[in-house]
């Protein structure tokens, strides 16, 4: 019964620190806008290496859709945690951005084949990396 | 002459075989992380699979006992089951992650809806293990798997300082804050674990008894434990380059199979960016149908039962629905949505904890002279065979405290 008990709290524990409403820790938000910062380069380098004719036309559209995926996975999780009590000003800065590279991803998902159109992309998403690439060092 | 070409396959097919999903994406973070910092880990790695691969073979020609049965024989039943409960575990997990992988390349390739590549490529890989004899199956994903080439040359063409790379044999640590330290034993152990992952070694003593080698190949086996590795860890080399030469530069840290693959035709055009594509493919496909059937041998040769791929389904009825369940289970996790990257931090990570157990009776059957007779180890080989075994116990303590602390390597 002991152990049964043990076990159940163990297990409720192990839950509630999976909890959507613990608050982030200025930790996890750098390694999370680390990550969309990451992101946001690798959408450039791809945005490059298609303008240039060099990736298949299944291949643009699959890596697309990953990394549009990728981003809404870290901005669903940002959204859903609480800010740091001492980061508020860049959990807010980097989330916006978050939100800005996750539209433009979703956006580039139907027209990665303009090719033309690409170089605009190109600049929208390097200002959203700067910018955080800015929250990020403020941390 | 025949003999030559038979040795050359193997070794090609060792080579092709040699990379999976945990290598790739390991070692190109790692190379975005630390640039050649970490090349002492694959040195190390590739020198400790070649040890106990010879030795795996060596054991299983002479005492004609797989890896699980010298798991049962030397540990007892009680701590044998639990090595074959995890085991077992840990390549459920690790097909669920190729066989997710897997899908991931096959919709880059053709634009195929990935839920239905899924479900084709299990059926594929199921109707072919139980279709064709173990050598072809062997062969034609391993040779297909050279493919990966490009990766290194890849690597080449960007022109690797050759400096720093043999720099990188000496492990160092760039920055000595804390977080960083610790991300690089993260990803050393990773970078290890992944180049010694069990079922390799499970899948390679299985093999050499399914293909009937006598004494007279303990040769080959050594040429194809040896060579083999090594070139196959030429080419994690070429992925730590193009981490270190395509990524880090760029501030990028992969974390999507797609953004590896790029990586492999960086310098090139399509034709290249589809020959990585196929060469990762047939690579995660092998180590799916790997880690399925290695899952069967190891429950049929711990039980004593009989097993043999080449064997009539009839006769062999444990090991035919053990290695179909591993499939059909491995899809059902694959389906789920859990990213395949995800499961291969955690198979990496558990491989490692748990590899001490399969290691370890394989060092002590390989130094027994009453069942090894004249091919027993050499003084040499029972001590370097050690030394690897205390760096994996050391590893195996440090894996899950690693992964804790820095949220599975995310920098």
């Known amino acids: ?21 613990r608050p982030l820790s200025r930790d996890e938000l750098q390694s999370k806008l680390i990550s969309a910062e990451s992101l946001a380069s690798e959408t450039n380098t791809f945005l490059q290496f298609v303008r240039q004719g060099r990736a298949t036309d299944p291949y643009s559209n699959g890596h697309i859709e990953y990394l549009s995926l990728e981003i809404g996975r870290i901005a669903k ?36 084949q303009r090719r033309d159109e690409l170089a605009h992309d190109q600049e929208q998403i390097a200002g959203i990396r700067d910018t955080l690439q800015q929250a990020v060092s403020s941390l | 002459m025949k003999k030559i070409l038979g040795i050359t396959l193997g070794i090609m097919t060792a080579l092709g075989g040699f990379v999976d999903l945990g290598q790739i994406v390991f070692t190109t973070q790692a190379g975005a992380l630390f640039s050649y910092e970490l090349m002492w880990a694959i040195l190390l790695g590739a020198v400790a699979i070649i040890v106990y691969m010879e030795m795996c073979g060596r054991v299983a020609v002479v005492a004609k006992e797989p890896v699980f049965a010298v798991v049962r024989t030397r540990l007892g039943f009680s701590l044998g089951l639990a090595t074959l409960i995890a085991s077992n575990l ?41 279709l064709f004899r173990f050598q072809w199956i062997e062969r034609t994903l391993g040779l297909s798997g050279l493919m990966m080439i490009v990766f290194a040359v890849s690597a080449v063409v960007l022109h ?18 804390a977080k960083h330290v610790l991300l690089y034993g993260y990803f050393a152990v990773g970078i290890f674990s992944a180049m010694l992952m069990e079922y390799e070694v499970h899948f390679y003593s299985s093999g050499a008894i399914e293909e009937d080698w006598t004494t007279k190949d303990l040769g080959e086996n050594f040429m194809v434990a040896s060579l083999g590795s090594v070139l196959g860890s030429l080419l994690t080399v070429g992925l730590l380059v193009l981490g270190a030469l395509v990524f880090r530069p760029r501030g990028i840290f992969p974390q999507i199979l797609s953004t590896t693959t790029m990586a492999g035709a960086f310098p090139f055009a399509e034709k290249a960016l589809i020959m990585a594509l196929l060469g990762t493919l047939a690579c995660i496909s092998g180590a799916a149908v790997e880690t399925a059937l290695s899952g069967a041998y190891n429950v049929c040769q711990f039980f004593n039962l009989k097993w043999g791929k080449n064997q009539p389904i009839k006769s062999v009825p444990v090991f035919t629905a053990t290695w179909l369940a591993m499939f059909l289970f491995a899809l059902i996790i694959a389906l789920t949505g859990v990213r395949p990257l995800q499961l291969v931090n955690i198979s990496i990570v558990f491989g490692m904890v748990i590899m001490p157990l399969t290691y370890y009776p394989i060092l002590r059957i390989a130094a027994d002279k009453n069942v090894m007779g004249n091919h027993v180890n050499s003084k040499f080989d029972t001590i370097i065979g050690t030394v690897f075994l205390v760096l994996i116990t050391a590893a195996a303590l440090a894996a899950i405290p690693l992964m804790i602390v820095t949220h599975s390597g995310q920098p």
Request: aromatic fraction near 4%; charge should be negative.
């Open chain 1, 1 to 21: 019964m002991h152990k049964t008990t043990l076990l159940v709290c163990l297990a409720l524990a192990a839950l509630a620190s999976c909890s959507h409403d």
């Open chain 1, 77 to 112: 999780e940002l959204h859903e945690a609480h800010p740091p009590a001492d980061a508020e000003p860049q959990y807010r800065k980097g989330l916006s951005q978050v939100d800005a590279l996750a539209a433009e991803l979703n956006q580039l998902r139907g027209r990665i």
């Open chain 2, 90 to 130: 840990l390549n459920l997990i690790t097909c669920a992650a190729e066989i997710g992988g897997v899908a991931i390349v096959l919709h880059l390739l053709t634009g195929w809806p990935e839920k239905l590549v899924l479900i084709g490529a299990t059926v594929t890989f199921s109707a072919m293990v139980l």
């Open chain 2, 160 to 177: 690797p300082d050759w400096g720093q790379l043999a720099r990188g044999l000496l492990p160092s640590v760039s920055q000595p804050d």
